[in-house]
Structures are given as C-alpha cells and as structure tokens.
C-alpha cells in the first residue's frame, strides 16, 4: 500500500512540482485523497487506513505557497455533494496558467527562452512524474500534456541547506556565521539542527541552542559561512520537529500585522491584497500579516511611493531607511556622473 514502509525524504520544491503537475492534468479535478495517496512527497506518508492529519494540513499548506506564486488552483464541489469538504476536488485551469494566446516571442527571445530551458535539461518527464501519471489515469483521470514537460535540476536551496541536513541525520551540532539585517559582522552561531522546512518560499532551520536548551529558529539566507560540525552530538527529540517548526512560524505569522496605505491601481496594490490573510483596517489601509519585519520591509520599499507603511513604528522606521539607502545610492551615482 502507498505511504507503508517508505521514510525517504521528498524535497518540497519536488512535491510542490508534482502537485503542480497532477493538478495541470486533469480537467475533472482530484480530491484530496486521490492527491494524498498518489502524488510525490504525499503517498510517502499517506495511510489508506490510517491518521493523515499531518498530511492534510501540509497539502493545505502547499495550495497556499502555489497560490501565492501566482498560481491558480480551482476547488470543485462534487454534484450532489455540496458542502461534503472529503468530496472536494482541486485542479489548476489550463487556460489560467498558460500564457494569453496574444502573446507572441521574436526569434531572439525564443531562443533566448530555449537557453533557458537548457537550464532545466529540457526533454523528458522525471521517473516520479511519469508513474503519478500513469496512478491518475489508472484512476480513471482523463489527463492531457502537462505544461512542465521536463525534470528540474536547477538547485534552489541556499548553500547551507545540505550541511544542515546532513547534521539534523547525524545529529550533529554545528556552528555557522549568522548576519542580521543591520548588523555590520556576522555572529557565530551554535546550534543542535531539528528541521528545515519552507515557510512562505523561504527555507528555515529549526534548531535548540545545546547550551541553554532555547529553541531558536534560523533563516538560511542569512548564514554567511559554511556550516561546519563541531564534532559534539545531540540527543533525538520527541514528535515531528518540522511540524512543530511550522506551526511556531505560523504562529508568528498570525500575531504579526502590519498596517500600510496602497495606492490604488497600482502593482503594490494588486500584489499586496492577493497576499494570504491580508485584510483591511476600519479606516480602509490594508493589514498584511508577517513573520520577519526586514524582509517585509524589504519588500514594501520596493514599492517606493505606491506603499506607505503605517505601523508598527519599527516597520515604519526600517521601510524609510531603506528608501532613504536607495535615494543616496542614487544620489552618489549622479554626483560621480556629473563629475565624469
């Protein structure tokens, strides 16, 4: 049976590729045991007799992260099944995904585009997608070409990804350079590595310090240097620590909220309301919800003037300064003209 007697680890980037691709193709929809118990980085872990709790709530978090990279996933319900949730059926419209048929390329940006492709090794689906096709059509799914017709092999980890993953097998501790925004040097860090998992696109390490016991949580792309064993081990923990790493974030999510003016019309507004949760204050601003203030920050100042950030007061100070660093860079850049 799918799920029983397997423990292999499935990348995300893998099971969000082939949920992807099951739910391009199928016209009908799948529902959520038909995904659990077929597609890569589920049937894992799925159980045809057992609690898929866990599962669930992971699938639940996948059609967020696809949705929040711009694609769209439709939720059917069956036909004399209104309201039955067990009997919804989940599938991305093709005519949605695929780019407007007024869209045309040169030569040049074809090629450019086959380039590209090379990349990803264009040419053939990957194993664990051929057999998830053929588990679809033995459900008696009618499936078409799917759009992503080739297997990636682009790395889309940070560096510190496979050391870090290394060490959570081997329980080994491991010490590495840490740079927080606004900080001019690294710290270094020593940790007992639990889980990585991926929040919202990003790759987080959740680890215990050994020395105090705290449990900390660490974003990968601010590890500045390699990660390297100290040679001391740790002792395995209770209970699924990717599951509790992600629930901590969630929680953080949940409590964080940011208030912003968008003006309306714009690229800001248009990105910003699409954002999951995001909501509107009484007096009309947009709220977002966040787990890290300088990455939100980040991201608003890109807007430049489309978005003014209203609260908390460090938000509203770390977006300023950030276009305040962009207006000098600017201002350096055409003095050195003017001088030339």
Same mark, same amino acid.
């Given at each position: ?37 077929? &597609? ?31 694609? $769209? ?54 194993? +664990? ?17 799917? /759009?992503?017709?080739? +297997?990636?092999? /682009? ?6 990804? +496979? $050391?870090?993953?290394? =060490? ?57 240097? $390699? /990660?390297? =064993? ?12 990717? +599951? ?16 912003? &003016? /968008? ?5 800001? =507004? ?20 966040? &787990?890290?203030?300088?990455?939100? =920050? ?6 430049? $003037? ?35």
């Amino acid at each position: 049976m799918a799920g029983q007697g397997t423990t292999a680890r499935v990348p995300v980037e893998e099971r969000l590729f082939s949920l992807v691709l099951a739910l391009l193709a199928t016209d009908h929809g799948l529902t959520k045991s038909q995904i659990l118990s077929t &597609v890569q980085g589920y049937r894992q872990r799925y159980s045809a007799h057992g609690d898929n709790a866990n599962l669930e709530r992971q699938f639940e978090r996948d059609k967020d992260d696809i949705r929040e990279l711009g694609v $769209p996933i439709e939720t059917l319900e069956s036909p004399g099944q209104a309201g039955n949730n067990q009997s919804l059926r989940y599938r991305i419209p093709r005519g949605e995904y695929e780019l407007p048929r007024d869209i045309s390329f040169t030569a040049e940006e074809t090629a450019l585009l086959g380039l590209a492709a090379m990349v990803w090794r264009e040419g053939s689906l990957s194993a +664990e997608s051929r057999r998830a096709m053929i588990k679809l059509k033995a459900l008696g799914m009618e499936t078409v070409e799917p /759009v992503l017709a080739y +297997e990636p092999h /682009v790395r889309v980890r940070e560096e510190a990804f +496979e $050391p870090l993953n290394t =060490a959570i097998e081997k329980r080994h501790v491991v010490r590495f350079g840490y740079l927080k925004p606004g900080e001019s040097d690294a710290s270094v860090r020593t940790i007992a590595p639990l889980a990585l998992v991926q929040f919202q696109g990003r790759w987080h390490c959740c680890a215990i310090d050994p020395e105090s016991g705290e449990r900390k949580t660490f974003l990968l792309r601010r590890i500045v240097t $390699p /990660v390297s =064993a100290t040679g001391a081990t740790f002792a395995a923990t209770e209970g699924d620590e990717a +599951e509790r790493g992600l629930r901590d974030l969630g929680e953080v999510w949940s409590s964080h909220t940011a208030e912003v &003016v /968008v003006v309306k019309g714009t690229d800001a =507004a248009t990105r910003l309301r699409k954002q999951r949760g995001a909501g509107m204050s009484e007096n009309g601003n947009l709220l977002l919800h966040y &787990v890290d203030l300088n990455i939100l =920050a980040d991201e608003l100042a890109g807007y430049g $003037p489309e978005v003014i950030a209203v609260s908390p007061p460090e938000l509203v100070i770390a977006v300023r300064l950030r276009l305040r660093a962009v207006a000098a860079a600017h201002r350096d850049a055409g003095e050195a003209r003017d001088r030339g």
